[in-house]
């Protein structure tokens, strides 16, 4: 029992940080309906981020995080408008930016590889607080429920965002309707490009702490990052934020339950989940639509 | 006659391949070089006969490459079959993977698309499982140096490059061809036109399958020692997804153009440093996307010329 126990919070924890995980790109796909293959990569870049902060500096990886947050920012603004109004014009969109961001991944991965070596970067737990959290009378690693906490505030002010300000009412009108936006006089195209910078931004905040809560990193680890993201977002259901958090608190569960009974075969549970879902309910646990070609 | 004339190029195109890598290991001394040079266009056409004419992009293809080296090993060390044979038990056991995993048909882009990379990745985290080293060595890797040939494995490659052609030819010029095709670009329309969507998309995934699984096992022979990371490596995918891309999926001449011509490049400039590679293959992924999605043979095609 007390094992079932430890597995069902430390799932909790872990599956509101996966909920980060999954959210830019779930965003990215909300607003423009297109696939950011490059996400996972974002991610790393954003661990990298992290780790130098706390070797060069010898800072917490906390203080990086609004200079992370800019950066990827900066970063996406410029990448819709080369990228982004060019592909929503062809004749299929969702499937050729899946090939065109599968490129800008690759790209990010050997430019990494280039700039940063190949071997693993790790940070010690540690850094984000030394000692344990009891929760429920069992004890976590600090790192832990600092992670969570931080996906957590993430999603709360991600509906502040939508909710509580004019360009989250602007966003929710794009990912409505964008011809009916345009209409009402909003500027798509900069909403748009809002939206694919916060989801890069998402991205590299989640990498900030994948050091702690995935394992080291090196650059090649952008494409399994990139298909755990997906399995939490398809599990919750693509284009949902809502729904990003039940994927990632079902990825979290089970991730934590297969390392506590079956260790050895626990690497296999973001690909078994997905495929599962995706046969059983193509539209995720929070779709209406079922996808049929 | 246009239908004939389109035969004959084809019959030419096919002899030419045969030709160039029958006599290049006379006159070039890499073997294993021309030996990958062969298995990507093998790839590159397998990927087209999915990708090309039913719009489906199995970005796991490499998962039957992995399952035909190890069922071709398998069949090898348990049951001590002939090495040919084994090769094409690697094959039809990649078509059974196929079939188990035809259900994904039932998604539509993207979400096919990353389905299939996770049950590569299931097939791979299978394999490579150390519970199961009784069975496939798990990590550890085969070892077949007793099999090892690689004269006999180029001659086998090279006619399992020419089967994968052939069989792109025939949907290039086939009433079966013409059918997938319309059911990529509308499934409603085309099952009301009589076109059997279920078992036209099972038929051109199956046959994919097959040649993956014949490609992976051949290679598996050729090279003898392999590892579950070797020959499940993500790399494999993404090339034949580059060179179908670059030279023109749905054409017949297209991935061969640019299976040939890019995995030139990436031994020239790649070996050392294979990061200037990837880098120049992302770029070009994302360029072609941009500007050519239908690769360079619409480039040709701009100018009047048919490509086959």
């Known amino acids: ?53 706390f070797h060069l500096w010898g800072l917490s990886p906390m203080v990086g995080i609004p200079l992370e947050f800019l950066g990827f920012m900066l970063l996406g603004i410029p990448l819709y408008y080369l990228l982004v109004p060019r592909l929503l014009g062809t004749r299929d969109p969702e499937m050729l930016s899946f090939i065109l961001f599968f490129g800008v991944s690759q790209m990010i991965e050997a430019a990494a590889t280039l700039g940063f070596g190949s071997s693993q970067r790790s940070l010690p737990l540690a850094t984000l607080g030394v000692g344990n959290v009891r929760i429920l009378g069992q004890a ?26 004019r360009y989250g009412c602007a966003t929710r009108a794009v990912m409505a309707d964008r011809d009916e936006a345009r209409t009402t006089g909003i500027n798509v195209h900069w909403i748009s490009a809002v939206a694919l910078a916060l989801g890069f931004a998402l991205a590299g905040l989640a990498g900030v702490f994948a050091p702690y809560m995935i394992g080291s990193v090196n650059p090649s680890v952008g494409v399994n990052l990139t298909t755990i993201s997906f399995a939490i977002v398809v599990i919750g259901s693509l284009g949902n934020p809502l729904g990003t958090i039940i994927g990632g608190l079902v990825y979290g569960i089970a991730l934590m339950l297969m390392e506590t009974y079956f260790p050895s075969w626990s690497t296999l549970v973001p690909y078994l989940l997905l495929i599962l879902i995706m046969l059983v309910k193509p539209a995720g646990l929070l779709g209406h639509q079922v996808r049929r070609a | 006659m246009p239908e004939r004339r389109r035969l004959v190029q084809a ?133 077949l140096t007793a099999i090892f040939d690689p004269t006999l494995s180029y001659a086998v490659m090279l006619v399992i490059m020419l089967v994968a ?144």
């Open chain 1, 1 to 53: 029992m007390e094992l079932l126990e430890y597995a069902l919070i430390g799932g909790v924890l872990f599956g509101l940080y996966f909920a980060l995980v999954g959210l830019g790109l779930n965003l990215i796909f909300g607003v423009m309906q297109i696939v950011n293959l490059a996400h996972g990569d974002l991610i790393m870049l954003g661990a990298f981020g992290a780790y130098w902060v």
């Open chain 2, 165 to 308: 052609t052939a069989i792109v030819v025939y949907l290039r010029l086939s009433k079966f061809g013409l059918a997938l095709l319309a059911i990529s670009q509308d499934p409603v329309s085309a099952g009301t036109a009589g076109v059997n969507v279920v078992r036209g998309r099972l038929i051109a995934w199956l046959l994919s399958a097959f040649i993956a699984g014949l490609v992976g096992a051949a290679f598996g022979w050729h090279i003898s020692v392999f590892y579950p990371d070797s020959v499940f490596a993500l790399q494999v995918t993404v090339f034949a997804i580059v060179f179908a891309l670059f030279g023109g999926a749905g054409t017949v001449a297209g991935p061969i153009f640019g299976a040939i011509v890019l995995y030139g490049l990436y031994n020239f400039i790649g070996i050392s440093t294979p990061e200037y590679f990837q880098l120049i293959y992302g770029a070009l992924i994302v360029a072609l996307v941009l500007f050519l999605p239908r690769g360079l043979a619409s480039v040709f095609e701009r100018g009047g010329r048919h490509v086959l």
């Open chain 1, 140 to 165: 976590f690693p600090k790192a832990w429920a600092v992670s969570a906490g931080v996906g957590v505030a993430a999603i709360l002010a991600l509906y502040v965002y939508f909710y509580r300000t």
């Open chain 2, 11 to 143: 019959a030419l195109l096919l002899m030419a391949l045969a030709i160039v890598f029958g006599v290049a290991p006379s006159v070039y001394g890499n073997l294993t070089l021309l030996f990958m040079m062969m298995a990507y266009v093998a790839l590159a056409q397998g990927l087209n006969v999915v990708y090309g004419f039913t719009g489906y992009l199995p970005f796991g293809y490499v998962g039957f490459f992995g399952v035909g080296a190890y069922g071709m090993a398998l069949a090898v060390t348990f049951l001590h079959w002939p090495v040919i044979l084994a090769v094409v038990a690697g094959g039809v056991l990649a078509v059974l993977i196929g079939l188990v995993l035809a259900p994904l048909l039932r998604l539509s882009g993207a979400y096919f698309s990353i389905a299939n990379l996770a049950a590569a990745e299931v097939l791979y985290y299978v394999v490579a499982n150390p519970n199961l080293t009784d069975i496939t060595q798990g990590p550890y890797g085969m070892k």
